[in-house]
């Protein structure tokens, strides 16, 4: 039997790295893919299998083994966590059967504080650091669309081994852009930079990323947060780019005008949000290391509001 790798979180980014990995090795001994979903999500893959639609096309991919049970599961070499951040200790508990102290844990999670969770609870793991650039989304259970660019992968660990080579490899075979990173922290924190000040600023907002760029008054809150969080990395001995905070914003400004972001959605759809990870975690860091962080403060005291009238 080859290398078992569960993905649990079948939504835009596990959906589709998933059925890249699931479709590569159906007939291969090389691996063995296994999806951990919801029961409906679970019982929908298991009869039509998880739809991709990307660019180049649609296709229709069965992994080996799709459940919500563990022990149907069964024992894992490799798991990759594409879940929100507040699903996250719960996800673990669900499928704590399949992990063993052998299994190598991927957490794809917005933010930078999925690694120390894990570590809590599986201290002799090793857990490695990741993200994704990709553009796609759940368009209903069991279909997924990337809607841009072919994605790209990146993980790493302060630990080598012959077994994070392997990895790697698989992923190439089957055709994930997959980049093995030696400056993985740089990477993650770089995305994280991303995402947390156009997450919190829109959600602050409502408004589009358009709608931010060409007005100058939302342009330079946005850059305030930008000023903030570099200085917060700069405290975890983070080596941010001289040049990232230009470089997201040209980034931003290339976004479709109409382009809003998934914590944005889930406060317009009174869903639970990951304001947590993405706003709250960089307040808390910069009061721990006394840095002046005022712009981010004014945006989370307000996001706490709109939570506690959604009561999300």
Not at 87 to 109: F, H, M, S, V, Y
Not at 111 to 125: C, E, H, R
Not at 157 to 185: C, M, T, V, W
Request: a neutral charge; charged letters at 20%; hydrophobic letters at 45%.
């Amino acid at each position: 039997m080859g290398t078992r790798i569960g993905v649990i979180g079948i939504g835009g980014v596990g959906g589709y790295f998933g059925g890249l990995l699931a479709k590569a090795y159906k007939d291969n001994d090389q691996a063995e893919i296994c999806f951990i979903a919801r029961s409906i999500t679970s019982s929908i893959i298991k009869r039509n299998g998880l739809k991709l639609i990307t660019p180049e096309g649609t296709e229709t991919v069965f992994p080996a083994i799709v459940s919500n049970d563990a022990v149907e599961i069964g024992k894992l070499d490799v798991l990759i966590i594409a879940v929100k951040s507040y699903d996250l200790e719960g996800a673990l508990q669900k499928i704590a059967p399949c992990i063993t102290r052998n299994t190598i844990i991927l957490p794809l999670l917005n933010g930078v504080g999925a690694k120390d969770s894990i570590l809590q609870l599986y201290p002799n793991n090793l857990v490695l650091d990741g993200c994704v650039f990709v553009i796609s989304k759940i368009l209903e259970s069991g279909v997924i669309e990337r809607i841009a660019g072919k994605g790209t992968l990146f993980f790493g660990s302060e630990i080598h081994n012959q077994r994070l080579e392997d990895l790697h490899q698989l992923f190439l075979a089957a055709g994930i852009n997959a980049k093995y990173a030696p400056n993985i922290l740089e990477v993650v924190w770089g995305k994280f930079m991303f995402i947390s000040t156009l997450a919190s600023i829109t959600s602050y907002l409502d408004i589009t990323t358009g709608e931010i760029i060409e007005n100058k008054t939302y342009l330079s809150l946005l850059e305030k947060l930008l000023v903030e969080f570099k200085a917060v990395a700069t405290t975890q001995s983070i080596e941010l780019s001289e040049n990232i905070i230009q470089e997201i914003l040209q980034k931003i400004a290339k976004l479709p005008y109409e382009t809003t972001t998934s914590m944005q959605r889930d406060f317009q759809q009174g869903k639970r949000t990951e304001y947590f990870a993405l706003t709250k975690y960089i307040v808390d860091l910069g009061e721990e290391n006394r840095v002046e962080i005022p712009t981010y403060k004014m945006v989370l005291e307000a996001l706490i509001i709109k939570s506690d009238k959604l009561k999300i």
